[in-house]
């Protein structure tokens, strides 16, 4: 999926208003294509899974074929494939993504629910992580070598390789239960306590403080992946002429640091950051299971053992939803940014 | 980053606001850790076991259960009669029973909801088999229900429905109903006739908060509130009782228990359950349609007395010390000991022991002799093959018991090899009949016709997952379904066991239990179910939820002398008021780091570059 923000650059060229608009155009229309395209197999894809939902469902409880029939029949499993997908995908144009078999109620009625513990989970952390990891990558390419950089990369890497539960978990033991003079501040899991009132200033720091584990987790998980690409392109940058240009000026070393070594090295970590922010609504679900919250991840893994075949669809179609667009956003912004990619 | 560093610091000074709260307030929660989802508060759609539980506290049923073995005892219904051809039972129920919005609970509420069961298309979907063979149900007063049959129907009175009030539903249509959720409003609880009422919680949700019934016809609670928060992960729970954010947590695993019965302030037990693990046999898949065998089982299998000899090739003392880590009982029938007036407990001299000599033995009578490769060969001779071992990944002991039994087949001179598999997939593998043997589980109902009917003919291509179908098994089923005399069916219950355990579909191999752990420095008097040795919260009837009392109530619970007394009478605050001055420490902390931070930037801001070269 990342290859598509990459393009070959060209030398024709065309006058600046109209090819910016047939740019977008086509870019939006791929994108719907995708779509679609997401749409068709998120159909198929999971009608091939193994299982029956109403025998998953069932078991032990829907013990004669007159029980097995009632369920499929009215949740329509009981028609036709084709008539299914008919159904399917009229439901969905017409902004219907059908009824959870497990949880009995429109999916998107429970994707809204569980979209936006995922998005400030999963959205702050990308946002920490991104802005955290350039810094240390910045700071560890200008002082390459140096006690700082051995530090963080290794730090960082190490991080990047523990298992995402286990990390959480060993969180939980020391910062929510406490051990030795480590105080437990911080609440085992979940997204509120019951006590609160929604809406109410003491809500938002609640949530606030329950995520600050999960979020803690999944920033520092995620440190690495930023770090290390900033460090590596900036360390391209540093033997580059220019900056020695820059530095004979006279230019303060921040200066050149942020003004012109940066700015190029940047740009990949764009990239990675647009593709990861597109896959936000796909939830993160170790870290969800760890922090029982009750995101998109989970509900998607559970939605997989039933299978539930609407929430599969609707979770993914979201999920593919995000990343498309996340694309389609980075193909726009680097239309702006950089012309010889209007094609 | 200063935005990144002042939500954490944030995030830090909040339990500062919010801790007071939390342990100021004078109501007494009781906070329970689900491990696992409540799919639905619609008694008519959810499956899960948790949901089961919500609507056990939320509603009433016509008869309840004993703590001592489940068998049926007074609900809504004080006492019932059956007429002496069995088609008849009526139900005379208690007088003042009311709905949470002050309605009167009567017998017309029961026959509306018996009736949606046995009339709905989806409403028939959950509870029709505890109604079957009842043609009608009517209310001929206020407190009386009468169900006429067509054929008497033995698993009476066991009716695990909850009632449901008709003012309520009676404007919930066929058609809404497939996804009418039921659920509370701010400000408006689900109408129910239970212990507590439900006042937040949704389908899938984390927490679910029930307030006490003031009311209740059997006993007002002694605690204000009961919370259940879904935790979708084990050792979080466990580490949540640890700090005391929950009171409870059950379904842990037993190394899990081991650990928490040396923490102060918790009990920890593995209660007595109604469970049983099992070797299952491919006992001749057939289509259902055709009656001509189907997939491609090991012929030998389909041999009882081939499958019998394997029942002394598995020792199960080692599978319930390693697979279980002794928290189990070594099982025989499909029928637990937890439910001692229906199980059948085989003779020593017909009850296996681990003897591969003898097992050996049965075999060589049986015709399945060893070749000249040390290799045991079908009675024509023929090779006996590779059998195919199925068993669950997402359970250890699943994996572990196959392996086990595949080396005791290996002693044997039968080759095997073990696969684990999702159980969507071996229930398919199953379906299809291209398995040989497989591990899996049952949780069986305190009536025992649920699970013997998975052994019957009918059962081929829908419950049955060993394909066993024989015609005197299937006329001892039926004539226990049908026989009113208690004593009677106990006897038929009883041959219908011995012959599954001669003919061996299943090798019964554990009795597992539930592992539990309580804040018994706050909770006491929880009674087990079954008495003794029982579990003490997750049970049938909410018994329990009444019983149950912060320590400083406790006294002699009642009376009740197995309930579980109060362990310490110590509380926790020193704990909570210590964390206090922690929070304040590293909140502390904190602004420091971010005041020499911001320092450290300052100076480094001002550094040029000829400073640094």
């Known amino acids: ?287 969800e299971t760890v922090f029982s919250i009750p995101g998109l991840g989970l509900l998607t893994t559970e939605a997989l053992d039933i299978p539930d075949y609407w929430v599969l669809q609707g979770a993914f179609l979201v999920a593919s939803a995000g990343v498309i667009l996340a694309n389609l956003a980075a193909n726009l912004l680097y239309g702006v940014l950089d012309p010889r990619v209007r094609t | 980053m200063l935005a990144a560093a002042a939500l954490l610091a944030g995030a830090v000074l909040v339990p500062l606001a919010m801790t007071p709260t939390a342990t100021g307030a004078d109501k007494s929660t009781f906070t329970v850790a689900l491990t696992g989802d409540v799919d639905s508060l619609n008694p008519f759609l959810g499956v899960e076991a948790n949901s089961y539980e919500m609507w056990a506290l939320a509603y009433d049923y016509l008869v309840n259960y ?72 009517s209310a001929p007063d206020q407190t009386t229900v009468v169900l006429t049959l067509r054929k008497p129907n033995a698993v009476l009175p066991l009716l695990p429905i909850p009632i449901l009030p008709e003012h309520i539903w009676k404007n919930v249509s066929e058609k809404q109903m497939k996804s009418y959720a039921n659920e509370p409003e701010p400000g408006s609880p689900v109408v129910g006739s239970g212990p507590f009422r439900l006042t937040s919680g ?209 002693d044997l001179g039968i080759d095997s090899k073990v696969t684990p598999m999702n159980t969507n997939r071996l229930g398919e593998v199953i379906l299809e009949g291209t398995y040989d043997v497989f591990q899996w589980d049952w949780f069986v109902e305190p009536d025992p016709d649920s699970i013997l009917s998975d052994f019957t003919c009918d059962q081929l291509g829908g419950l049955s997952d060993s394909w066993y179908c024989d015609k005197a098994y299937d006329a001892m089923y039926q004539q226990q379904n049908g026989e009113v005399d208690h004593a009677k069916r106990v006897e038929i219950v009883k041959k219908m066991q011995q012959q599954l355990y001669e003919d061996t579909p299943y090798i019964v191999t554990a009795y597992t239990t539930t592992g539990e752990a309580v804040r018994s420095d706050r909770f006491a008097c929880f009674q087990p179910q079954p008495d003794p040795g029982g579990v003490w919260l997750i049970q049938y009837g909410t018994k329990n939820y009444t019983m149950l009392r912060p320590v400083e109530q406790a006294g002699d619970c009642d009376g009740v002398k197995s309930a579980l007394k109060p362990v310490s009478a110590e509380t926790s605050d020193s704990a909570s008021s210590g964390g206090n001055a922690a929070i304040v420490i590293v909140g502390g902390v904190v602004v420091l780091l971010l005041l020499a931070g911001g320092g450290f930037l300052a100076v480094r801001r001002r550094a040029t570059a000829g400073d640094r070269e």
């Open chain 2, 202 to 410: 949704t389908a899938g949700g984390s927490t679910f908060t029930f307030e006490k019934n003031p009311d209740y016809w059997n006993g007002t609670p002694h605690v204000d509130q009961v919370v259940f928060r879904v935790f979708q992960s084990k050792d979080p729970a466990v580490q949540a009782l640890i700090k005391g954010e929950v009171d409870f947590v059950e379904d842990i695993n037993p190394l899990q228990v081991k650990a928490l019965q040396g923490q102060e302030g918790i009990t920890a037990h593995n209660g007595i359950s109604p469970l049983f693990e099992e070797i299952g046999f491919n006992t001749g898949a057939v289509d259902t349609k055709t009656g001509k065998p189907m997939g491609d089982g090991n012929p030998a299998l389909r041999d009882p007395r081939f499958r019998h000899a394997l029942g002394y090739a598995v020792d199960l003392d080692r599978i319930v010390k390693n697979a279980y880590q002794g928290a189990a009982e070594a099982g025989t029938t499909i029928v637990p000991s937890a439910y001692g007036g229906w199980h059948w407990e085989p003779p020593a001299d017909v009850k296996f022991s681990f003897d591969l000599d003898k097992a050996g033995q049965l075999l060589d009578e049986a015709g399945y002799r060893k070749g000249s490769d040390g290799k045991r060969t079908m009675p024509d001779g023929r090779p006996l093959g590779t059998l195919r071992l199925f068993a669950r990944s997402d359970s250890k002991a699943s994996v572990d018991t196959l392996n086990f039994f595949q080396e005791w087949l290996a």
């Open chain 1, 1 to 287: 999926m990342t290859t598509a923000i990459v393009s070959t650059p060209t030398t024709q060229p065309v006058s600046g208003r109209t090819s910016y608009a047939r740019f977008v155009g086509a870019k939006i229309l791929g994108a719907l294509g995708s779509l679609f395209f997401v749409l068709v197999v998120n159909f198929l894809l999971f009608r091939v899974l193994p299982g029956d939902p109403a025998r998953t469902l069932g078991r032990g409880r829907f013990k004669t074929e007159e029980q097995l029939e009632a369920f499929r029949h009215t949740y329509g499993l009981d028609q036709p494939l084709l008539q299914q997908f008919l159904t399917f995908l009229h439901n969905t144009f017409t902004g219907d993504l059908g009824v959870s078999l497990r949880y009995r109620v429109p999916v998107s009625d429970l994707i809204w629910d569980r979209m936006w513990p995922t998005v400030l989970l999963v959205g702050t952390s990308t946002v920490l992580a991104t802005l955290i990891g350039v810094w240390i990558g910045m700071a560890s390419a200008w002082n390459r070598g140096g006690l700082f950089d051995r530090f963080s990369t290794g730090g960082t890497l190490t991080l990047y390789s523990m298992p995402e539960w286990w990390l959480g978990l060993l969180l939980i033991a020391t910062l929510a239960v406490g051990i030795g003079p480590i105080p437990g501040i911080f609440p085992t899991g979940g997204l509120h306590s019951t006590d609160v009132d929604p809406g109410t200033p003491a809500y938002v720091l609640d949530t606030a403080w329950h995520l600050a584990l999960p979020v803690l987790t999944l920033t520092l998980a995620y440190l690495a992946d930023y770090s290390l690409v900033m460090r590596s392109s900036l360390l391209d940058e540093i033997g580059e002429d220019y900056l020695v240009t820059a530095r004979a000026k006279g230019l303060r070393d921040v200066t050149v640091r942020r003004h012109h070594a940066t700015r190029n090295a940047l740009l990949p970590t764009t990239t990675i950051a647009a593709v990861n922010i597109g896959f936000v609504v796909s939830g993160a679900i170790t870290v």
């Open chain 2, 66 to 137: 004993s703590m001592k073995d489940m068998s049926p005892a007074p609900g809504l219904a004080k006492t019932w009669d059956t007429s002496a051809d069995g088609k008849t039972w009526t139900f005379h129920m208690r007088d003042g029973v009311t709905w949470s919005d002050g309605q009167d609970l009567t017998a017309r509420d029961v026959a509306f909801t018996y009736d949606r069961v046995l009339n709905g298309e989806i409403e028939g979907v959950n509870w029709s088999t505890y109604l079957n063979n009842v043609t009608q149900v």
